[in-house]
């Protein structure tokens, strides 16, 4: 009788979970990575605003959700129906595609359906993490975006266009920067809509400019001066060494710069026209947006 009892108990609990999860899914439950970052941000606000239950993927989150602990999967990835998979610190850092490799079969055994991965525009390591994607039994969508705008209000080069000066290790290669909310529109239709699975776009600005120009571009928009001063790779990593920037981080940033920056992601793509049916924002609207914010003059 003890044993019949224990085991109806445990049939029933083990029924009420799978019923859990497969409302949830049916719900339209999605898992944001790096909900509090530049695009997941924005991913989080238009889902919320289509009222598609959303659960953030971050430290802060309850549940948590850390890339460097595994015990924190499965917890966020129970009744989930899509992901949107940023990955922390970057696709092209160390081991990244053994980390997506563990994730997506853990989010697969989960029963998500559905995943759209943030890549990044050149880089062929953040290739070898697409292919993992692809690999995973999962539907996908890539986002492979290019330099993303947003980094000269929301990230490290905020500070010095504030301070009037920008310092960095770009020449004359131009960079068709991505505007992050069209990289969020994209991201939210792969999402949420049919006809994008399989699909990589490629996320950029209508037009390419070099960070000299962007930079300009940006101190017109605000009515300031602001120079732009280039460095060379070692000079670069140096003074970032010098504000106590981590070495991987110094390392990633001069990849960037010195590999991913060298003219094979010159032209713009059709990413945002493919995916939503219009043109991408221009760098100017970003600039002229944002300037009126009052961040680049506070």
């Known amino acids: 009788m003890t044993n019949t009892t224990t085991n109806t108990t445990t049939n029933t609990t083990t029924n009420t979970q799978a019923t859990t999860a497969a409302d949830a899914r049916e719900d339209g439950l999605v898992l944001v990575l790096g909900g509090t970052g530049k695009t997941g941000r924005r991913v989080v606000e238009r889902l919320e605003a289509l009222d598609v239950p959303v659960r953030m993927g971050s430290r802060s989150a309850d549940p948590r959700f850390d890339w460097t602990d595994e015990t924190t999967w499965a917890p966020v990835l129970n009744g989930v129906e899509a992901v949107y998979l940023s990955y922390y610190p970057d696709l092209a850092a160390p081991g990244a595609p053994e980390a997506i490799g563990a994730f997506t079969a853990a989010a697969a055994a989960a029963g998500v359906r559905r995943v759209v991965l943030l890549s990044g525009r050149g880089e062929e390591e953040a290739q070898a993490c697409e292919r993992v994607v692809q690999d995973s039994g999962l539907e996908w969508t890539v986002v492979r975006a290019a330099w993303f705008a947003q980094n000269f209000s929301e990230d490290y080069l905020l500070d010095p266009v504030r301070a009037g000066e920008v310092v960095l290790p770009a020449g004359d290669v131009p960079e068709p920067f991505a505007d992050a909310d069209d990289i969020a529109d994209v991201a939210v ?106 961040i680049w003059t506070a």
């Open 189 to 294: 239709a792969a999402l949420t809509g049919d006809g994008h699975a399989g699909e990589v776009y490629e996320v950029t600005g209508p037009r390419a400019l070099t960070f000299a120009e962007a930079v300009a571009e940006i101190g017109r928009a605000a009515g300031r001066e602001i120079a732009y001063v280039r460095v060379g790779a070692d000079d670069y990593a140096a003074a970032l060494e010098e504000h106590g920037l981590p070495g991987e981080v110094i390392g990633l940033l001069t990849y960037l710069f010195t590999t991913v920056l060298d003219g094979r992601n010159a032209e713009p793509a059709d990413g945002v026209r493919r995916a939503l049916g219009r043109e991408a924002r221009d760098f100017a609207v970003y600039a002229r947006e944002t300037a009126a914010t009052g």
